[in-house]
């Protein structure tokens, strides 16, 4: 198994674009969480979908959504796209049985210019 | 609401000493905590989890719900211990997929 993947590995975009990340998780594991990680901070928790249904959402804006689909993967969008939301954004899968054990991708860098 | 501190942002020691990076948490229910690693130009991993009680890469982290802390130890550190290491809060119930994560501390060992 080649664990989480995602892509695309780097994007870059301008004001006011829009963005779709994707994320495949580990065979069997039907929880995806998203995070952003701005450089310097630890990772921030944005969305997490279990079973195609939204169980959590962080403190993002609306123009933040996501997605998860019957294979359990998983599409984060961004719209209006600003100068802040340059970071590098991780998928994590999980069984989804119970726990926190998750295991992280290696994520997209997004770049807004 | 739940937070994780991470004091030290930068922990340098040298080769075989003892290594601690701090970890305190609030949160008012049962937390679950992780200590994660991210090697150079590798993804983020889980170290260890408070619920196993493991030592993984010699490393310990005992749950010190009176001090609210999670400290990560080594008794020797070696150079391959050189990382940037996450403390990481969990819930449990219906929030366990979501993760809140310390600023992160990078640890280099010197020979």
């Known amino acids: 198994d080649a664990g989480v993947t995602q892509s695309p590995t780097h994007l870059i975009k301008t004001r006011g674009q829009q963005v779709t990340l994707r994320c495949s998780p580990i065979?069997?594991?039907?929880?995806v969480s998203w995070y952003q990680q701005v450089l310097g901070q630890g990772p921030q928790f944005i969305f997490q979908?279990?079973?195609?249904?939204?169980?959590g959402r962080g403190n993002f804006p609306d123009r933040f959504s996501a997605r998860q689909f019957p294979n359990y993967s998983s599409e984060l969008n961004v719209n209006a796209l600003l100068l802040g939301d340059s970071a590098l954004y991780l998928c994590?899968?999980?069984?989804?049985?119970?726990?926190?054990?998750?295991?992280f991708g290696p994520g997209t860098r997004l770049t807004v210019l | 609401a739940q937070r994780v501190t991470q004091p030290e942002k930068l922990l340098s020691v040298f080769k075989g000493a003892p290594v601690e990076l701090k970890c305190n948490y609030s949160?008012?229910?049962?937390?679950?905590l992780f200590w994660y690693v991210q090697y150079s130009r590798q993804r983020l991993q889980l170290l260890l989890r408070h619920i196993s009680r493991e030592s993984i890469k010699g490393f310990t982290a005992d749950l010190n719900k009176g001090e609210t802390s999670f400290h990560l130890k080594k008794p020797f550190a070696q150079e391959e211990d050189s990382a940037m290491y996450y403390c990481?809060?969990?819930?449990?119930?219906?929030?366990?997929?979501?993760?809140?994560f310390g600023q992160g501390t990078i640890l280099t060992v010197h020979p």
């Open positions: 949160y008012s229910g049962s937390p679950e």
């Open positions: 065979s069997g594991h039907k929880s």
């Open positions: 994590a899968s999980s069984s989804g049985q119970g726990g926190n054990e998750q295991f």
């Open positions: 990481a809060l969990g819930r449990g119930g219906t929030s366990y997929g979501k993760l809140t």
């Open positions: 979908y279990y079973e195609k249904e939204e169980r």
